[in-house]
């Protein structure tokens, strides 16, 4: 590699991929689809309406919006990286296969950061934003302007992802980038900057995100609706977002750190001059292990009103879910050292740490007896959200029991590091996380578009999906018996080659899943006259997001609505009533700001700055963020005030 | 519909608190996470040098003191903008509480900047890059703070019945009172036990 120059530094003519075909076609995909969607914006004249109603917009309904679209773009790029690695794995038995390993191995290191980092996150961030402020009865976030802000950061950290394909290559330290492989001595080049900054720059924004929601839900919710009457999706991203306050900052370190021993030359993981690469495993965990449940919270509270209201029945056991989710929250803090137990802890530490692994499946089991005592002799409808809430039932018990074997140190010994802990973990993530979030979109969309997705494409979604998965990862827990190790680019054991192929047939019906999601997607929106929802109302709704219209207001409801039970919309339905709601009013909202993407676009240049030591880009990205948080410090009148009914906009 | 507006920005004004207070709780783990690692590090001297042979008891007081200082002076600086004295007095608090955390970073980049020509940089050991990570995020947000407190200045001049303004500065007030308990943490778990 050349001298660093200041103007480009370590950038130069080899960061290009033309070094294979696979890289090359990745490469001009990335950027056609950029172009393409630039292309189309322009050919449509609708540079406007995307600045002033999206990129700018401080409408937490559109911010939620969009995290969905950037994670729904994510999830199709991290699919097509997991159907290579099946692929080669199929292929690879007793040969090179069709990828050199230095590939392969980007491909899972990316796999796994696009598929936590900004398909899951933005996930269930785009679902928190859009759905919490709609269940509280509040008209807007506590700050709107953060929110953008951390919209923003994630996307920057996305953009970076996204750039890795096309401008250098991605690590190949695996999502989890331990050290000291992931040390400049052994991993020089841009690959783990690239996941670094990627990951570091998302993280802020997500500190913010729940920051953001704690004081949204303690302080903004509805007249009368007391902790004990909120939506138990509202009490998950509560506890979720508790703990990305208190998780996120060991992430932030941890990389830090890492990125201070890369570029710096500093020794805090190093194998030599008195580094110490456990203590990166462990500053990872202790957030790592809490990001699981960020992540798996939410959509069990997405479970949780999906099972209600498809069953049109109360909710069963709603005291001991808030207590069950409470206490998974404050126990994911104390489990950490399961995902090291060949570190070489004494083994009390290991059967301590073993231990609170396994009481964590007491809540989680408390949970799914609620669902199945919501469901029993309840009147259930099989939409599609509920068809993945009841195929999440049946395959996520199968993850939760392999977790528990996988809490006993001495099975977990023995199984550490093969594709048995890949099937459990994607048998947690897969049924329990992404068929929640699937089930949240199929749920709410017709609230944020005003009409319904449609049925048989979304059934057929969930088919493939269901028996898709099952065929991809069942196969793995065999080989993972068997001895597998992960992350494999060829092996010579004709005993895995035939499970190989069955996940890879598995991935292969996946993306048929995918298919139907973008089938569903189309159909839908072609034939939206028929599936249009005038009711505000198509599910037969418990909680307040449907006593108002499809799509909302700016403003979400134009009289407060008043809380006097847990369900009370439902009741008012029941008793065919009105909703109860406070008296007309006038209040502010915020106009829009271009801080948020400033300060997105300002995390870029700091990160592609970092990452290829162009220190005046990253000073200057600096500049741009801390000119922006000053500037909207001074900005007067960013608030307009309005009075529904007299803008006509009133339903 | 004034009493309503003055109520909407009371209760924002108590929601940017709130928020601000789960920052520094976020912020206050970040730092935990650093001292743990620096007192996991700090035996890994690796052949170089140790605390003992770096620290100046001199230097450190005079931080210490200037630090501690400025945190009195922020508390006038809010003491007086909440009472509705003078604008002045709020200024001239505020301008000393600059002056003194901008003393505490010369005095601190000074002593990085001799363990650095004297072979005692980041690079040498473990226990230095650990050192000179928690003493340089601490010192990062002391300069944040300052970049804050300017700004602040300026907003005080313009509109000085703001009470937006107002509730930043007791913002502003949190954050400097947090890295001073910070700055005692760095002060008796790395330095203390070197120097007694």
Known sequence: ?651 | MTMLSDTQTRSKESESDFGFWLYLMSDAILFGLIFATFVVMSPNLAGGPGGRDLFDLANLTLQTGLLLASSLTIALAHHTAANGRSIAATVFWMVLTALLGAGFLVLELRELAQFVSAGAGPQRSGYLSAFFTLVGTHGLHVAAGLIWIGTLIVQFMLRPASPAVLSRLARLTLFWHFLDIVWIGVFSLVYLPELI
């Open chain 1, 1 to 651: 590699m050349d001298e660093p120059t200041i103007l480009l530094g370590r950038l130069g003519m080899q960061a290009l991929p033309f070094y294979s075909w696979v890289a090359l076609c990745g490469a001009l995909v990335t950027v056609g689809c950029g172009l393409g969607f630039l292309a189309l914006v322009t050919w449509l004249g609708r540079w406007r309406d995307l600045w002033s109603g999206w990129l700018t917009s401080l409408d937490h309904k559109r911010i939620g919006i969009m995290y969905v679209i950037l994670a729904l773009i994510m999830l199709i790029r991290g699919f097509v990286d997991a159907i290579m690695m099946r692929l080669q794995q199929a292929l690879s038995y007793s040969s090179e296969g069709y990828l050199p390993p230095e590939h392969f191995e980007q491909i899972f290191s990316s796999h796994g950061t696009i598929m936590i980092f900004f398909m899951a996150m933005p996930f269930v961030t785009g679902l928190m934003n859009f759905v919490v402020p709609l269940q509280i009865g509040a008209r807007d976030v506590a700050f709107p302007a953060v929110n953008a802000i951390s919209f923003w950061l994630t996307a920057a950290g996305a953009g970076l992802m996204l750039i890795s394909l096309v401008i250098g290559k991605f690590s190949t330290a695996g999502w989890t980038g331990y050290p000291p492989y992931s040390e400049v001595r052994f991993t020089p080049g841009v690959g783990v900057d690239y996941w670094i900054w990627s990951i570091m720059i998302s993280g802020v924004g997500t500190t913010l995100t729940g920051i953001n929601f704690i004081v949204t839900i303690l302080r903004k919710r509805a007249p009368g609706m007391t902790l004990m009457r909120m939506p138990m999706f509202v009490w998950t991203t509560l506890c979720a977002s508790i703990l990305i306050v208190f998780a996120f900052p060991a992430l932030t370190v941890s990389t830090a750190m890492l990125a201070l021993d890369r570029t710096l030359g500093l020794h805090f993981f190093t194998i030599d001059s008195g580094g110490n690469a456990m203590n990166y495993m462990n500053l990872f965990w202790i957030w790592g292990h809490p990001e699981v449940y960020i992540l798996i919270l939410p959509a069990f509270g997405i479970f949780s009103e999906v099972v209600a209201t498809f069953s049109s029945k109360r909710l069963y056991g709603y005291t001991s879910l808030v207590y069950a989710t409470a206490v998974i929250a404050l126990l994911s803090f104390t489990v950490w050292l399961h995902h090291f137990f060949t570190m070489g802890a004494s083994a009390n530490v290991n059967a301590i740490f073993g231990i609170a692994t396994m009481i964590i499946a007491v809540p989680t089991g408390v949970k799914v007896f609620d669902w199945m005592f919501t469901m029993y002799r309840g009147r259930i409808r099989f939409e599609p959200p509920m068809a993945f809430t009841v195929g999440f039932m049946c395959l996520f018990v199968i993850g939760g029991m392999t977790g528990v074997l996988l809490a006993i140190p001495p099975i977990n010994y023995s199984t550490h590091n093969t594709t048995f802990l890949v099937a459990h973990f994607h048998n947690m993530v897969i049924p329990g996380a992404l068929f929640g979030y699937v089930a949240g979109y199929m749920y709410w969309f017709p609230k944020a578009f005003g009409f319904r997705l449609d049925r048989t494409w979304g059934l057929r979604a969930f088919w493939f999906w269901a028996v898709g998965f099952t065929l991809a990862f069942m196969p793995l827990y065999v080989t993972g018996l068997l001895g597998m190790p992960r992350r494999m680019s060829s092996y010579a054991n004709p005993a895995w080659h035939p499970w190989l192929i069955l996940a890879f047939l598995g991935a292969c019906l996946i993306f048929l899943g995918i298919v139907s999601l973008g089938m569903q997607l189309w159909v839908s929106i072609r034939d939206r006259a028929r599936l249009t929802d005038a009711t505000g109302d198509p599910w037969d709704g418990r909680t307040l997001e449907w006593s108002t219209s499809s799509p909302p207001p700016a403003w979400n409801f134009d009289t407060v609505p008043l809380v006097a039970e847990r369900d009370t919309f439902h009741a008012a339905k029941q008793a065919a009533q009105p909703m109860p709601h406070q008296p007309a009013d006038s209040f502010d909202m915020p106009k829009n700001s271009v801080s948020g993407i400033l300060i997105g676009l300002g995390g870029f240049w700091v990160g592609f700055g970092a990452i290829w030591y162009i220190w005046w880009l990253a000073a200057a990205g600096l500049g741009l963020i801390a000119a922006t948080m000053i500037g909207r410090s001074f900005a007067e009148h960013t608030e307009m005030r309005v009075t529904p009914g007299e803008t006509g906009d009133v339903t």
